[in-house]
């Protein structure tokens, strides 16, 4: 590490999820004084753990695959074993309908792009017309490029490039949903093409599926928040920023509460709603609180069943089809055998419904797809109405930098210019680089 850069008031990190928890990190391991604040009372944002009866568990499913090489550097640069941590397993996507399979969808151990070919080839529940054009659109997919003014839904991307409405229906759609969080009519083709291209068209370990063996509160919030005092840097809970002290040409400061916290500089990692509202009573922010409210929103839906220890799926993730419920996950990976999560993405007609009627309704689709399981015995359901940015086409017009027109002011977030959804992946790589502009003006 280099020597000491600064000696003076500290970079104050507001918000402890995943983009804060990156930034300060990048800035601590730089010898960079760090006061992380977190309003909450534990940290990790949107991607948090909380108890249900005996057991941990996560606000919500977040899939991480090979490509996320910002998240499992980061996990590695403060001493995590990512072998032991994840599960990693080569893409396989199954899909349900009526308590049959009617999608299989698995890439081989082949060099890039070749995997994927082969992937198509072997595909279970599709025709050859449909894989005709799967592999026509595999071909396009290295060249394919969409400007921000010219970008358009996934959906016309794909009937563009001639998709079978079984392989939009069976594939593509459940794809978008799961990358981009965003129904595949309003969704980015710019975005849905570059999350492809880093998935599929550079190694073949870049697909595989990483699932967390332990909580995501103890993959990076915990272990983040011990490295960081561990290593000098500052850390507060329960500290809720109420406004910005911005002066031309002068050092920024935090107001909590009626103290002023003094800064060299300001990084906002909270989410994009939030930011707006602390930087919307300056004037000088006003352009960039117009592009953060075009950002939008949308949701993701957790439903944990808890069902006996012998109730498992035939492997950790599949995909449900014609019904409410879009993705199952088996908790047996994270130690917690019979724990089944049921995730829906973004907006649709279950949006309407109430938290008794969707369990209700959830519940019986699982039961119908999996007629020998006994009812589960216990059950939650999980609203993230905030989860994500909507990821819609021209979205990218709208999403900003680090740096900001005010003196000492940043911005970190998975929804920053990093040109990917917004995912775990993108929360950290905006926080690192966020931090690796701030170093440069140290230097």
Known sequence: MPEPVHKEAPVVVVGGGWAGLSAAIELTRHHVPVLLLESARQFGGRARSFRFH?????NGQHLMIGAYQSLLSLLQSIDIDTEKVFLREALSLSCFRHGRASLQFRTPRLPAPLHLLAAVLSARGIGVNDRLQALRFGRHLKTLRLAPDEDISVQALLHSEHQTAAMIHRLWEPLCLAMLNTPIAEASARIFLRALRDAFLHMNRDC???????????????????????????????????????????????????????????????PHVISRRLMSRHRVLKPLCDDLEQLGHEPVITLYLQYPESVSLPQPMIGLEDGLSQWLFDRRVCGQPGLIAVVISARGRHSEL????????????????????????????????????????GVDRFRPGHHTPAHGLWLAGDYTDTGLPATLEGAVRSGVDCATAILETLD
């Open 54 to 58: 005996d057991t941990i568990v996560d």
């Open 208 to 270: 595989d599926l990483l699932f967390s063996r332990i909580e995501l509160g103890n993959l990076l919030p915990v272990p983040a928040a011990a490295w960081l005092e561990a290593h000098g840097a500052q850390t507060r809970l329960g500290e809720r920023v109420t406004g910005l002290a911005l002066c031309p040409h002068k050092a920024p400061g935090v107001q909590i509460g009626d103290r002023l916290q003094a800064a060299s500089h300001v990084v906002l990692a909270t």
């Open 354 to 393: 109430d938290n008794a009627s969707l369990s209700q309704q959830l519940i019986a689709e699982l039961a119908s797809t999996f007629p020998a399981w006994p009812a589960p015995s216990t059950h939650r359901l999980v609203r993230e109405k905030r989860a994500t940015f909507s990821c819609r086409a």
